[in-house]
């Protein structure tokens, strides 16, 4: 079965540092992995995902995300974080069936310090 | 475009009353599902609709029922509202075109059963 972990609950970053939230993943198959960002009281917005192709994938906000099929991992990661970046972020893979259907982390909680 | 709204945005029930969340979208997207979030578990998937007239299970489907009687619109249900159903419901949906295309959310419906 398809899964997803995020081994950190939470990750602090002064303001202007690189910042990097893990995930990790485990399929059958090939891997479709996306980023989710969450912002206090809405709904989650896409950052970006990856199918095939480069390891790194760029997506909104200065955002990136490595995919590493040896560790089974894609990391996400911005090179100079800002206070609007504090945010709940949630990686996902979509699951075997044909559906979308996407199986979400338990989530990070990124709290960028001025 | 709307993209994906949600009504009610917040409702409190008592134990055994009923209600239904209704969300609308207006991207002609033939998937659309329904979530729960949790504070750290992250969303789980309630049911889901590939198509018109069409539902399916997802991981956590007991306590609700569900309609797409239009593509445009899902429609959530608790018949008997019970105190575990306590929770923030989120609406997606996504186009079949992308087989890995993203889901696009709504905003959230805040739920407490007291």
């Known amino acids: 079965a398809q899964s997803v972990a995020q081994p950190e609950d939470q990750v602090n970053v002064a303001e202007g540092n690189p910042l990097t939230v893990k995930c990790t993943y485990s399929?059958?198959?090939?891997?479709?992995l996306f980023w989710y960002v969450q912002y206090p009281n809405r709904g989650l917005q896409f950052l970006l995902k990856?199918?095939?192709?480069?390891?790194l994938v760029k997506g909104s906000y200065g955002f990136e995300a490595e995919f590493n099929k040896s560790q089974t991992s894609f990391h996400l990661k911005k090179p100079s974080a800002l206070v609007s970046d504090s945010a709940l972020y949630f990686c996902a893979v979509r699951d075997g069936g044909s559906q979308g259907n996407l199986i979400f982390g338990k989530g990070t909680k990124l709290s960028v310090k001025p | 475009n709307a993209g994906v709204t949600q009504t009610p945005k917040f409702r409190v029930l008592k134990t055994g009353q009923s209600m239904t969340l209704l969300c609308a979208q207006d991207m002609n997207h033939e998937y659309m599902y329904w979530y729960r979030q949790d504070p750290g578990m992250g969303l789980r998937l309630i049911h889901y609709?590939?198509?018109?007239?069409?539902?399916a299970k997802g991981e956590v489907p007991d306590g609700y029922n569900v309609s797409r009687l239009k593509k445009q619109n899902f429609l959530l249900g608790l018949e008997s509202a019970a105190p575990s159903q306590t929770s923030v419901y989120f609406c997606?949906?996504?186009?079949?075109?992308?087989?890995?295309?993203?889901?696009?959310f709504g905003p959230g419906t805040r739920l407490t059963v007291t």
């Open positions: 609709s590939v198509g018109e007239g069409t539902t």
């Open positions: 997606a949906s996504s186009s079949r075109e992308l087989l890995a295309g993203e889901q696009y």
């Open positions: 399929v059958s198959g090939n891997p479709y």
């Open positions: 990856y199918i095939t192709g480069d390891n």
